[in-house]
């Protein structure tokens, strides 16, 4: 009895897995759909009573734009931040759901697919108000180590790749903008030669011309061949001499 | 200057040429012509090296001479004199020069030292920062280049874009480094300088310098800069990115200097490598009255006579550099004549002055 029930449900699971499949997953999607506009309501009560009207429009539909997503800055001087965060950084109280004792290397390729967000997002990713940006510079500090300049690994803040490939491009135009500090080699001068006189970069000087009466070697009209020698030459090539020779 | 080491190359040929005459057996004639190969190309490396060095020091000299005749008639950047004032007055703070720099930290180390140990790392340690402190230099202007090798109006139309030949062997210094464009019309003429500095940095790339100038140098990017008081920052940012005879260096120098001068924070640059250009900078223009007071401000006398000192030489027909040396002043008489003469803050200079003579006096007794 047992044993042909099991039969029964093996087959089951070969012949119509992909419809168990997509149960499963319509499954997530509706759990997502219910828990996940409830964390940003959470997160829009948390911020401001007087836009919460406008965030009550759009909790179903696609990403809601930020408040602050002109001004992002703000948002770090803004009274929810720090109740949120005081003033360690945003990333402090984030740990990664792993199995055993060591992390894998990589972080996450992204929190966000589409409308899609994962389980435990990275700390950039879980606020919609944090937005990456190179005027952001209080934020883009919190992950850069004060001591080394080394910006930090995605393995110690939990950022997933997408964000901290966009807060390096953030980072590295905020240093060419001078908003960041950024160590830069000493420059040595002593080496150099700056008088540009050289023709690769001087007008070319005038190609040089014999005037009248000059040789091209100075050496020329000095050496005197010896006698027998030309006598031989001579008369070797007598018929290809001219006759005056 | 360039038939010279044509006429060098072929007297050491012609020595080489004049040998005794070979031996008849085969065998010794065949080592001895490989003999001459290396033999002569050993002399032709030779005098490639001596005709090289020949060269150099006839630049050398040629612009030794230019400099020496323009030294005649105005003091130069680069004379002993003004880079001792300089270098002097820049100071040799040894914590500002060697503040911890963000890089890769290493475990700290601690060593034992009697006193003598302790002085001679000091004293190691003030000649690194006097290496450090070099000041870059202040050069004229580079003279465009408008040279064209040759027009070839058979490659008209040939293609839509130009063409950059470089000669990328690795032992010519960049400045005698050829560079060619040829451009669509079918004329090939020499690179300009900012073309020239964009595929330098292509072909050998410097640290920290980048391939088109970053938007630091730009007028709003500067004013955010200057207002958080980082103004070492964006010069050490200039000396990376742009050589020191381009305009783009002269005027991001020039930027800086108006801000700090505008603002009286000179304290931000002193001890730095810095501090001696905007001296000469200010020296040049004529306005070392702010400078002058915060120098006396911060008591800080000796600098200031020295920078007197150096206005005199710059502007030897001034009236304060004439009546100075009339009167042979030294020392504080120098800073009273300037106040009496060429100063705006004449009645501030001379109390300070005044007051640093009593206190001198008093602490004498």
Known sequence: MAASLQRIGIVICRTFPVILQRNIQAQRIRDWKTSAPVLRLNFRALSSSSSSSSSADDTDSTEVLSRYSDRPWEYLESEEYIERYGSKPVWSNYRRNHKGGVPPQKTRKTCIRGDKICGNPCPICRDPNIIVHYKNVNLLQQFISPQTGIVHDPIRTGVCMKQQKLLNKAIETARDCGLLFAQLPHVDYSKEDYSNTHGAVAPTPAPFSLSSGELWYPWYGSIKPDERELARVKRIYKDYLKPDV | ?365
């Open chain 2, 1 to 365: 200057m360039l038939h010279t080491p044509v006429q060098l190359v072929a007297v050491i040929h012609h020595k080489l040429a004049c040998q005794p005459p070979l031996n008849r057996t085969r065998r010794r004639r065949r080592r001895r012509s490989r003999c001459d190969i290396i033999h002569s190309m050993a002399t032709f490396s030779f005098t490639r090296c001596l005709v090289r060095s020949y060269f150099c020091v006839k630049c050398v000299d040629h612009v030794q001479t230019r400099l020496q005749t323009t030294a005649s008639r105005s003091t130069q950047f680069t004379d002993t004199e003004v880079q001792d004032i300089l270098t002097k007055i820049t100071g040799l703070d040894l914590k500002k020069v060697f503040q911890p720099i963000r890089q890769q930290l290493t475990p700290p180390k601690y060593k034992l030292m009697t006193d003598t140990e302790l002085e001679e790392a000091v004293r190691k340690a003030e000649e690194q920062a006097k290496h450090l402190l070099k000041m870059p230099p202040v050069l004229p202007e580079r003279k465009p280049v408008n040279d064209v090798l040759s027009e070839d109006q058979m490659l008209e139309g040939m293609g839509t874009a130009k063409y950059v030949f470089t000669d990328i062997n690795f032992n010519v210094p960049h400045r005698e480094r050829f560079i060619v464009v040829r451009e669509p019309s079918g004329t090939l003429r020499k690179a300009t300088w900012n073309e020239r500095d964009r595929i330098i940095q292509v072909y050998f790339p410097k640290e920290g310098r980048k391939i088109t100038p970053p938007p630091i140098f730009k007028e709003e990017n500067l004013r955010v800069v200057f207002e958080q008081d980082r103004h070492e920052d964006v010069l050490n940012q200039c000396v990376v990115q742009f050589e020191p005879d381009s305009a783009e260096f002269k005027n991001v120098l020039m930027l800086t200097y108006e801000d700090i001068e505008k603002h009286g924070k000179y304290d931000l640059l002193r001890s730095t490598r810095f501090f001696g250009g905007l001296a000469w900078h200010l020296v040049n223009g004529r306005r070392i009255d702010g400078l002058l007071v915060d120098m006396l401000q911060s008591d800080l006398m000796q600098d200031a006579v020295r920078l007197v000192r150096l206005f005199n030489l710059v502007h030897p027909q001034s009236e304060s550099a004439q009546h100075a040396q009339r009167q042979q002043a030294t020392d504080l008489d120098l800073l009273k004549i300037y106040a009496q003469y060429e100063s705006n803050r004449a009645g501030f200079i001379e109390l300070a002055v005044q007051t640093y003579e009593q206190t001198k006096a008093l602490s004498s007794f």
